[in-house]
């Protein structure tokens, strides 16, 4: 078969493998099917390239921008991912692992095209809090907000997730509005490398926001700046070398690293054999020790089950687990592919000898295992293999010792606290579950175990139609972890894309910080608008757009209506000796919903115009009563607008309901949409 060539691109080219380069085999045949790698790439001028063509332009496009070019990607993408199924079946992920990998990544990119366009700003600054008043009389006051960084996210990929490793990476750098070059791990930077060149021909995404590296980085790491970043993915090991990088340490680099994790599964006392519990821990063990070969970083590496239901466990297990086919991962029927190659086969060999010597393997033999449709020998397999720790609490190398392939320990526990104390000795880990129809075991367990683990996994019969298994981090949640696991985390929903932004202190006037975050700042200067704003459209609004009602006197007839049509009689309402012995009423007072009403009868426009809806309202505060012959008046003001959709936007409206004295009474804000 003909070689591929794995290039780089590089400041706008594509860069074909050169001195350094390696070769990459198949883990199926064994066949060498690639080369990568280049010693003579220029890293500064990627950087350069970087800084001064992908980050301006990025940073030209507001949030919503950017979410709509993740989601077209995405799209994109999805039009073209049976090239990457056909390109991936060589790393030994079988069809079903396409899913987690191919479509989770695709997955990412829509779940972050949507929070940007629902929870960040269409404009170039994203809030953070609210404005904190300094002064008396807050002409001084104080704005937290979030900027794009003005450098490049370095993204060190590990090999088992080649398409989704780079792309829960890529979406939140993107959205924040910052370039990323891209490193995935050689033995299957092919895949990533026909994934990066789908993006580009996609023509969606600007020039210098993603580069690409196959093979080594020279002295990229070296060259990097208080407004560059590093998100590694890999081994406890090379976290801790490259985060030790003088260059990194010295600029203060931002570095976040998802390194090794001995994640556990923890079986709860209630969820004993013959309950639905008992059965769901099982599958969900099961598949976590084949999907990807067990090459997962959230695979279960520890399962820890009651002392009594140690013994059912391993038959079920053996049962489910004999079911497994291995073979080529490209036939129809095989459920196990082979790992990634065969000096990760060789790896895990020797971390299985090691946990040998704590734990006695009870399923799957090394030597003797059937493969279907390839040669065991030269391709990269495995069986699944579990091990069974009889003395967990004496053991140490079952706690430490990670073997990264379809490798599970075994252990019994006394009790709960027993159990998660040895969830606890893995010293931090991406995920830990829990299976259990006990509302008060998933409390002790999240608060016994939530220090150690960047989540916690719980399910039942409840959710296990709809859950997404042990294994499966989702973009809306952080991924991450203490201690071992790296400390740090990714996704998260919003959360990520902070994590690629700057948070700086704004301090000023009403004015200034109106004028930076682009949202309406009480106390800055009124702007008069220039003619009703409910005849005015999306685009002719103007943040700080005020107007200020005629007056009405709220009547005890109006309250006695009010209470009789909506059936609403509280006391406060009809009771003037009741509400008086109130604290908080003079004596009988207006309904706040009420107040509500007439002040939309005192601001609304009667005639269609370009509002085409009232779509709710937020941080309603009802100030000080209003007792009957009080009056009351709006003052209407645009606080901010949002683009929705090519037709309309949403407009957000600070109400200020005030009374005969001009003292506040209620305040809200009015959500509508507007025609452009």
């Known amino acids: 078969m003909t070689l591929m060539d794995v290039s780089s691109y590089a400041a706008g080219d594509w860069v074909k493998p050169g001195a350094g380069a390696r070769n990459i085999a198949s883990a199926v045949t064994g066949e060498v099917i690639a080369t990568a790698g280049n010693d003579s790439l220029d890293v500064q001028a990627m950087l350069d390239h970087a800084h001064t063509v992908g980050g301006p332009a990025l940073r030209k496009m507001t949030f919503h921008e950017r979410a709509k070019m993740l989601k077209a990607l995405g799209q994109y993408l999805s039009e073209h991912k049976q090239a990457l199924y056909d390109i991936s079946f060589a790393t030994g992920a079988t069809q079903g692992d396409h899913g987690f990998d191919i479509d989770g990544g695709i997955g990412t990119l829509f779940v972050f095209a949507s929070k940007g366009r629902r929870e960040l700003p269409d404009g170039h600054v994203l809030l953070d809090g609210d404005v904190e008043q300094f002064s008396r009389n807050g002409t001084f006051l104080g704005q937290h907000i979030y900027t794009p960084m003005r450098g490049v996210a370095v993204h060190i990929n590990a090999y088992n997730f080649p398409v989704w490793g780079m792309l829960e990476k890529l979406a939140p750098t993107l959205l924040a509005g910052v370039p990323a070059i891209v490193k995935p791990a050689t033995a299957t930077s092919y895949v990533t490398e026909h994934c990066v060149r789908l993006m580009l021909e996609s023509g969606l995404l600007p020039e210098g926001a993603v580069q690409f590296v196959a093979g080594g980085t020279g002295d990229l790491l070296d060259r990097l700046t208080c407004q560059d970043s590093v998100s590694f993915t890999g081994s406890a090991d090379t976290a801790l070398q490259l985060r030790s990088t003088r260059a990194i340490l010295a600029n203060a680099v931002r570095f976040t690293a998802e390194a090794d994790s001995l994640n556990a599964s923890i ?118 293999m579990l091990y069974h720790c009889a003395e967990p609490d004496r053991a140490t190398k079952v706690h430490e010792t990670e073997a990264f392939g379809p490798v599970s320990t075994i252990m019994g526990y006394r009790d709960l606290d027993h159990a998660i104390d040895l969830a606890n000795r893995g010293q931090g880990s991406l995920v830990v579950s829990l299976i259990s129809n006990d509302p008060a075991t998933a409390r002790q367990v999240a608060l016994g175990a939530g220090a150690y683990h960047g989540r916690i996994y719980i399910n039942n019969r409840t959710s296990m139609k709809e859950s997404t298994g042990h294994g499966a981090p989702l973009p809306h949640m952080i991924h991450g972890g203490p201690g071992r696991a790296g400390g740090g985390e990714e996704m998260g929903g919003v959360r990520g894309v902070k994590h690629f932004m700057q948070r700086t202190a704004i301090q000023g006037s009403p004015e200034m910080i109106q004028a930076i975050g682009q949202e309406f700042v009480p106390g800055s200067n009124p702007r008069p608008a220039p003619a009703h704003p409910f005849t005015r459209t999306f685009t002719e609004l103007e943040i700080g757009e005020t ?96 683009r929705r959709t090519d037709e309309y936007g949403e407009v957000r409206w600070h109400v200020m309901i005030l009374n005969q004295d001009d003292a506040p009474v209620a305040q809200y804000e009015l959500l509508t949409m507007n025609a452009y």
């Open 267 to 384: 079986l709860a006392p209630d969820a004993e054999p013959g309950t639905p519990e008992f059965d769901l821990f099982v599958k969900e063990v099961q598949r976590e020790m084949t999907v990807k070969a067990g090459q997962k970083c959230t695979a279960i590496r520890r399962i820890i089950a009651p002392e009594t239901h140690v013994e059912a466990v391993i038959d079920a297990l053996r049962e489910r687990l004999a079911k497994t086919v291995i073979g080529d991962p490209a036939a129809e029927g095989t459920r196990m592919g082979a790992l990634v190659s065969t000096g990760q086969r060789a790896d895990v060999l020797d971390k299985i000898a090691v946990l040998g010597t704590e734990a006695e393997r009870v399923i799957g033999d090394p030597d003797n295992f059937e493969v279907v449709g390839a040669d065991r020998d030269k391709g990269a397999f495995l069986p699944p």
């Open 547 to 642: 107007i200020t009602t005629e007056q009405r006197e709220v009547t005890l007839e109006d309250i006695e209506h009010f209470a009789d049509f909506t059936g609403d009689t509280f006391y406060a309402h009809m009771d003037d000796d009741a509400a008086k012995r109130n604290p908080f009423f003079p004596g009988r007072v207006a309904h706040g919903y009420l107040l509500l009403s007439f002040a939309a009868g005192l601001f609304v426009d009667p005639d269609e115009g370009p509002v085409l809806a009232n779509t709710g309202l937020d941080n309603l505060r009802f100030m000080q009563p209003v007792p009957a012959g009080d009056s009351i008046h709006v003052r209407l003001t645009v606080k901010k607008k949002t």
